[in-house]
Each structure stands twice: as structure tokens, then as C-alpha cells.
């Protein structure tokens, strides 16, 4: 049974530039949340999916914007990036019935230069 | 506001010896989960133990168990015959069930064993 996985590992940019970034939930799972975790400090919610739609959001301005897709997995879209969107970008995967259980995928590393 | 606190930066503690990271934590929220994560160096968040709100009994898994002690609004974790394993980042972590999505994070707490 395959975990959560996210996609790419790594990632260099420059500024202004887009991103994104894909994260696969966990078998069976419905709901995805996205958590930006800079150099130093806990991971911070970015915003949650479920059922296709964005259901709560974190302090993130708009540049940041997900969308999921049908079988559940999603993508995390960065625009215009700043030098302080570098971070390590983790995706968790949950039952929305069952929110205390997320499992968290390994993680993205972005890096703006 | 709801917020997790963390105080210690980073502790070394001998191999076998058992170690404790403390964690308080700050919500208006009658109904409240608690967690604690190990995250070595691949970054990958790997969850260690749960304990809810109105949990009675402290949550034990294995060598971890969480000291919880809701008057004082804290969570501290207890890991019992440290191993050079153990070496990580640990977070602790809340999840208010008014905004029941959303896990909020402390700073983490980096944890080092000695041979």
C-alpha cells in the first residue's frame, strides 16, 4: 500500500517565476492539505481540499492556489515567486471523517533564487 | 488564538537514557487533539502518538508517551531507552476540532542522542 508521495523532490527556481507541485494521497483517502515548512521552523497550513474544492485556507496570499483532481491526488500552485516562498513544501493525506490521521508525504524542496 | 510553544531549541541526552520535550499549547477549543511528529533529515513527517481532548488515560505507543495534563495546558513527550535512532526534529502539534482540517505546529524541538 503505497503511502503518500509528492513530486518533484527538489526544485530550483528564480524569482517570478510558477511552480507547481503534485502530491498522491495515501490510499483510500479523500482529502488533502498542503503545509509550508521554511528552513528552521514548523510546517504552516496553506489550504485544504476536499471533494474537488478548497474547504479552508491559511494566512497564504492568492499566488498560492490548488486544485484536486477526481482521484483525489492534488497540485499546489506557486505564481510570481518570491525568495521567501523557498521552502519544504509537505502534502498530507486524511478520511474526512477521520481528520486527527493525516499522513504526510516526504515533502517538496523549493528553492528560489 | 490558537498556538503551540515549544521552548526548548535543542536538548542532547545519553543513548538509554529517557528524554522529555516539552509542549504547551493555547485554545479556546473544548474539543482539541494533540500530536507529537519525528522528522529526521529526509523531512518526511512521521507521526509518533495522538491524544485527545477528552482522553482521561495518557496515550502510550511503545518507548513514547505523552504527559498530558490539560489544567496546565500541556502536552510533553516522554520517550523512554533513547537510541542513536531517535536523532531528529520533533514537532509537537495541535488540531482544534472547531477548524477541525487544519494541524497547527510549534517550532520543533532537535533532539541529538550520545553514544
Known amino acids: ?113 | 488564538a490558537q498556538k503551540i510553544t515549544q521552548t526548548q531549541p535543542g536538548m542532547f541526552v545519553q543513548e538509554k537514557e529517557a528524554v522529555t520535550l516539552d509542549c504547551t499549547y493555547d485554545t479556546s477549543d473544548q474539543s482539541y487533539g494533540l500530536f507529537w511528529y519525528k522528522q529526521p533529515s529526509s523531512g518526511e513527517m512521521i507521526f509518533l502518538i495522538y491524544q485527545g481532548s477528552y482522553d482521561e488515560q495518557n496515550a502510550t505507543e511503545g518507548r513514547y508517551s505523552l504527559n498530558f495534563q490539560k489544567a496546565r495546558k500541556s502536552a510533553n513527550l516522554v520517550i523512554s531507552a533513547s537510541q542513536l535512532g531517535d536523532s531528529a526534529m520533533y514537532f509537537c502539534a495541535m488540531i482544534p476540532y472547531s477548524s477541525a482540517s487544519k494541524i497547527i505546529f510549534g517550532s520543533g524541538t532537535r533532539l541529538s542522542i550520545r553514544p
Not at chain 1, 527556481?13 to 494521497?25: E, Y
Not at chain 1, 503545509?35 to 496570499?61: D, K, M, S, T, V
Open chain 1, 1 to 113: 500500500d503505497a503511502g503518500v508521495t509528492q513530486s518533484p523532490t527538489h526544485l530550483i527556481k528564480t524569482r517570478g517565476q510558477q511552480v507547481t507541485l503534485r502530491c498522491s494521497p495515501k490510499s483510500g483517502h479523500d482529502t488533502v492539505s498542503w503545509y509550508q515548512q521554511a528552513l528552521g521552523q514548523g510546517p504552516q497550513f496553506i489550504f485544504q481540499y476536499y471533494e474537488e474544492e478548497e474547504r479552508q485556507r491559511g494566512n497564504f496570499p492568492d499566488r498560492f492556489s490548488g486544485h484536486q483532481f477526481p482521484n483525489y491526488s492534488s497540485e499546489l500552485n506557486v505564481n510570481a515567486l518570491l525568495l521567501g516562498d523557498s521552502a519544504l513544501y509537505l502534502c498530507a493525506s486524511s478520511l474526512e471523517a477521520s481528520q486527527e490521521t493525516q499522513y504526510f508525504g516526504p515533502g517538496t524542496r523549493l528553492l528560489v533564487l
